[in-house]
């Protein structure tokens, strides 16, 4: 299975469940092999520094560290103007010049409206949003199963996961 999480750095709803919800979805699906988590962009135009943040998130990704400036980032929701950002960067160690040349570059723009594409073309409006999909056989693609709107508890989505795991073989 795959989740796809659709957020926005900027939005509560969204920090609440990068803070609650994808820790344990992390350890129970993730680092058991069961769920390939997936980070859809979706920076909404109410908030201001969502696409900047986005930006910085991907810009991080060139350096191989996507997810600890996630983490970051919803860490400092309320602190996400021009100035600050870069230092989020330098605590975590990545090669600034590199990191400053993406971000003023737009290197990562289009690929950002592109997760806005998307989101839209799953009627998603809102964040949070979580995907549940499985992987096609033999490709990249993946057979959407459920969208699920808005923040959920940990317990409503590892439902979910689970009832469209695979079934175990019943021991002999």
Not at 65 to 85: C, S, T, Y
Request: with cysteine.
């Amino acid at each position: 299975l795959v989740m796809i999480e659709a957020t926005d750095f900027q939005c509560p709803y969204c920090g609440k469940g990068a803070r609650e919800l994808l820790p344990q979805v992390e350890e129970n699906f993730v680092h058991t092999g069961k769920v390939e988590l997936v980070y859809l962009s979706l920076p909404l135009q109410m908030h201001s520094q969502a696409f900047k943040a986005a930006q910085a998130a991907a810009c991080a990704g060139d350096q191989q560290k996507f997810w600890e400036m996630h983490d970051v980032l919803f860490a400092n929701q309320r602190a996400l103007g021009p100035d600050q950002i870069p230092g989020y960067a330098e605590e975590l160690g990545l090669d600034m010049p590199a990191f400053q040349k993406c971000l003023a570059g737009g290197r990562h723009d289009g690929e950002i409206r592109n997760n806005v594409r998307i989101a839209n073309s799953l009627d998603i409006a809102g964040t949070p949003a979580y995907v549940i999909a499985r992987r096609v056989p033999g490709g990249d693609k993946v057979q959407i199963v459920e969208v699920v709107h808005g923040y959920q508890p940990y317990e409503a989505i590892a439902k979910k996961l689970d009832a469209f795991l695979p079934a175990k073989p019943a021991a002999p």
